[in-house]
């Protein structure tokens, strides 16, 4: 594939918030806090960052955080791509799509100031992931040089206590509340957070800064052997997920994906330095390394990811870990990487081959 991830950025709104400082932004529902602990002692994530202000009121919206995002990975330098693909959960605006909006606040900060052709793609934590995918297809083709590609997510503002009104039906799960659909919406106030990334992709490296050449993509959906597992009504705006379906159908789902896309392109992970996963949990940590140890056929690839400080942002999660592994490592000339990117909603997962190129 003649395309190559030429710059990265991230933006993660406000102070970092540390685990005790979570009721502080978003607020403290009734019977909470006890569910609050059991999370994130399983989730591993010890702080992350809001888009609001201690009395629940937005710091920023999607589409700044996306902009901000991108100035970060240029430079804040006019780009001359001329292809722009975004991906988010949710924006404030339904249409039109994320893309349009974000082109237009692109140009009033000087980024962008021409005509480009534009994809906005929507789901859950893969949308990001898509547009990465569409992005660099695009370049491939030879139908662009250059493109840019942000993910981007807000869940506070559907989250925050002063927002949800998740039903309360705990009384009749007693016994087992991770039934109830109570616990699946409130649970998900402990596991997710904001904050945006960016990749520019051209179709040579760059000569002044590492870049990775993206080797080849693999996007597949099991919907047709899945049941729905985590949604956004798009009236309520109620996230919820269903944790049951959750542990049945990830696994097996996650393996088959592995093994399609490795048979695919003749490959084994053990030619891989290095996985960069979307987790949304150390919860699945144990099945990440059973995975890249099987599939490696050896010791289990080594895997790096900043889930613990940044939180799970969603579809923006993988570029603002690529982002920082890329300026806190100097991974060698010819090293393999490997995106690893799950999306529960109906079980869709991107997977993204990367090749390091030293200038």
Same mark, same amino acid.
């Given at each position: 594939?003649?395309?190559?991830?030429?710059?990265?950025?991230?933006?993660?709104?406000?102070?970092?918030?540390?685990?005790?400082?979570?009721?502080?932004?978003?607020?403290?529902?009734?019977?909470?806090?006890?569910?609050?602990?059991?999370?994130?002692?399983?989730?591993?994530?010890?702080?992350?960052?809001?888009?609001?202000?201690?009395?629940?009121?937005?710091?920023?919206?999607?589409?700044?955080?996306?902009?901000?995002?991108?100035?970060?990975?240029?430079?804040?330098?006019?780009?001359?791509?001329?292809? +722009? !693909?975004? #991906?988010?959960?949710?924006?404030? @605006?339904?249409?039109?799509?994320?893309?349009?909006?974000?082109?237009? %606040? $692109?140009?009033?900060?000087?980024?962008?100031?021409?005509?480009?052709?534009?994809?906005?793609?929507?789901?859950?934590?893969?949308?990001?992931?898509?547009?990465?995918?569409?992005?660099?297809?695009?370049?491939?083709?030879?139908?662009?040089?250059?493109?840019?590609?942000?993910?981007?997510?807000?869940?506070?503002?559907?989250?925050?206590?002063?927002?949800?009104?998740?039903?309360?039906?705990?009384?009749?799960?007693?016994?087992?509340?991770?039934?109830?659909?109570?616990?699946?919406?409130?649970?998900?106030?402990?596991? +997710? !957070?904001? #904050?945006?990334?960016?990749?520019? @992709?051209?179709?040579?490296?760059?000569?002044?800064?590492?870049?990775? %050449? $993206?080797?080849?993509?693999?996007?597949?959906?099991?919907?047709?052997?899945?049941?729905?597992?985590?949604?956004?009504?798009?009236?309520?705006?109620?996230?919820?997920?269903?944790?049951?379906?959750?542990?049945?159908?990830?696994?097996?789902?996650?393996?088959?994906?592995?093994?399609?896309?490795?048979?695919?392109?003749?490959?084994?992970?053990?030619?891989?330095?290095?996985?960069?996963?979307?987790?949304?949990?150390?919860?699945?940590?144990?099945?990440?390394?059973?995975?890249?140890?099987?599939?490696?056929?050896?010791?289990?690839?080594?895997?790096?990811?900043?889930?613990?400080?940044?939180?799970?942002?969603?579809?923006?999660?993988?570029?603002?870990? $690529?982002?920082?592994?890329?300026?806190?490592?100097?991974?060698?000339?010819?090293?393999?990487?490997?995106?690893?990117?799950?999306?529960?909603?109906?079980?869709?997962?991107?997977?993204?081959?990367?090749?390091?190129?030293?200038?």
């Amino acid at each position: 594939m003649n395309c190559y991830i030429t710059g990265t950025g991230s933006f993660l709104p406000g102070e970092a918030v540390p685990n005790e400082a979570i009721p502080d932004f978003m607020g403290e529902l009734d019977g909470e806090a006890l569910v609050r602990r059991k999370i994130l002692r399983m989730n591993g994530i010890k702080s992350r960052h809001y888009a609001l202000d201690r009395a629940q009121n937005p710091t920023h919206d999607a589409y700044e955080m996306a902009a901000l995002a991108a100035a970060h990975c240029l430079d804040h330098k006019p780009g001359t791509f001329t292809y +722009l !693909s975004a #991906g988010s959960t949710n924006t404030p @605006l339904v249409g039109p799509g994320l893309s349009s909006i974000l082109h237009a %606040r $692109l140009a009033r900060q000087g980024i962008i100031a021409r005509p480009v052709e534009i994809n906005s793609n929507s789901g859950i934590c893969t949308s990001g992931a898509q547009a990465l995918v569409n992005a660099a297809r695009a370049i491939a083709s030879g139908d662009h040089q250059e493109a840019l590609c942000i993910g981007v997510e807000q869940p506070s503002v559907f989250l925050k206590s002063s927002f949800i009104r998740p039903p309360d039906d705990r009384a009749l799960y007693l016994d087992k509340e991770t039934s109830s659909k109570w616990f699946m919406s409130v649970f998900l106030r402990s596991m +997710l !957070s904001d #904050g945006a990334g960016a990749v520019s @992709l051209r179709n040579q490296p760059a000569t002044d800064r590492i870049s990775y %050449r $993206l080797n080849w993509t693999y996007s597949r959906s099991f919907a047709h052997e899945t049941p729905l597992c985590m949604s956004l009504e798009s009236r309520s705006l109620l996230l919820s997920q269903d944790v049951a379906i959750l542990a049945k159908y990830m696994r097996p789902s996650v393996e088959q994906l592995v093994r399609g896309a490795l048979a695919q392109h003749g490959e084994s992970l053990a030619e891989y330095q290095c996985v960069l996963p979307h987790l949304s949990s150390y919860f699945f940590k144990a099945y990440l390394l059973d995975i890249l140890t099987k599939m490696g056929g050896g010791p289990a690839i080594p895997y790096w990811t900043n889930l613990e400080s940044a939180g799970n942002a969603g579809s923006a999660s993988i570029f603002i870990i $690529l982002d920082e592994f890329t300026r806190k490592h100097t991974p060698a000339h010819g090293d393999k990487v490997m995106l690893f990117i799950p999306e529960s909603g109906q079980f869709n997962f991107v997977l993204v081959s990367l090749t390091v190129v030293h200038p």
